[in-house]
């Protein structure tokens, strides 16, 4: 994955980029990544300290393995998380050192709650992340 340079008013400035939905960006420090707009989706920090390196990822719905993903590599959580991992793992991080936040997983229309995307997208993420070996330090979801 090629980091690219998104946004930056001067030369003294910290770059910040920007994950869409469905998409990861990775970085050190001190450019500052930034997702906007999570509703139902899931927004997922991995932060190595020592290294100072960090990656975010924009999850949209809970599991793509099943022939669905068609797009986007993190659009899904079960996809997303290894995927995410493996950037950050390629930038000179240490897998135990990584720490895992999460927020969003809103339930966004009531007329929808069954489906409980939000929900759903929490847990898969929780369940990969565990899978992966990574400590989950703070989530605020739901809602």
């Known amino acids: 994955m090629a980091t690219e340079r998104l946004e930056s008013e001067s030369e003294d ?22 997702i906007m707009g999570l509703g139902s989706c899931i927004g997922l920090a991995l932060y190595d300290r020592p290294a ?3 990656g975010i990822a924009h999850i949209m719905l809970p599991e793509g393995k099943d022939g669905s993903n ?11 998380v290894p995927v995410l991992v493996k950037e ?4 000179k991080t240490a897998k135990e050192r990584i720490v895992a936040k ?6 966004m229309f009531s007329a929808m709650d069954s489906l ?5 997208n929490a847990i898969v993420v929780k369940e990969e992340l565990k899978e992966a ?7 605020d979801t739901g809602g």
């Open 52 to 54: 100072k390196v960090g």
């Open 116 to 120: 409980q995307i939000g929900d759903r």
């Open 13 to 34: 400035e910290v770059e910040r980029y920007y994950a869409g939905i469905g998409e990861m960006k990775v970085a050190h420090n001190p450019h500052q990544l930034v």
């Open 102 to 107: 999460m927020a969003g997983g809103a339930s």
């Open 133 to 139: 070996g990574i400590r989950l330090a703070a989530a």
């Open 88 to 91: 950050m793992l390629r930038h």
């Open 70 to 80: 068609t797009g986007k590599c993190c659009k899904f959580a079960d996809i997303a």
